[in-house]
């Protein structure tokens, strides 16, 4: 089994920053691309970030110029950077991640339980 912890969420002002932490363990041969999401109150799940294994990272349009994805792959981690946090940034951000759990198996998606983030104006 693979799980995922997140850690880093809380309470910021406007303007502030945050850093969210996502940690992988468990089985994991190889991490695959690993992505940050949002689901505000009353409101369905949105992409926020997402970073292939190599590759570009990907950003939605809210967050592009505020907000960084990046990853350590030795330590099975993914971070977000939020930076200028605003009001409408609230919710709750999960982190997932495509997970080879063998070196013959097919990738497995894999969720954390999700951090709250509430940014007041």
């Known amino acids: 089994q693979v799980q995922l912890v997140e850690s880093g969420g809380g309470l910021a002002q406007a303007g502030g920053s945050l850093r969210l932490s996502c940690t992988a363990s468990g089985s994991i041969f190889s991490l695959n691309s690993m992505g940050w999401y949002r689901q505000a109150p009353g409101k369905q799940r949105e992409l926020v970030a997402l970073?292939?294994?190599?590759?570009?990272?990907t950003y939605a349009v809210s967050g592009q110029g505020r907000f960084t994805i990046s990853r350590d792959n030795a330590r099975n981690t993914v971070y977000l950077q939020m930076n200028s946090l605003k009001p409408e940034d609230t919710g709750v951000y999960s982190c997932?991640?495509?997970?080879?759990?063998?070196?013959?198996?097919?990738?497995?998606?894999?969720w954390g339980q999700g951090t709250q983030v509430t940014v007041s104006s």
């Open positions: 997932n991640a495509y997970v080879q759990t063998t070196g013959w198996s097919s990738s497995t998606l894999y």
């Open positions: 970073i292939p294994s190599g590759g570009t990272p």
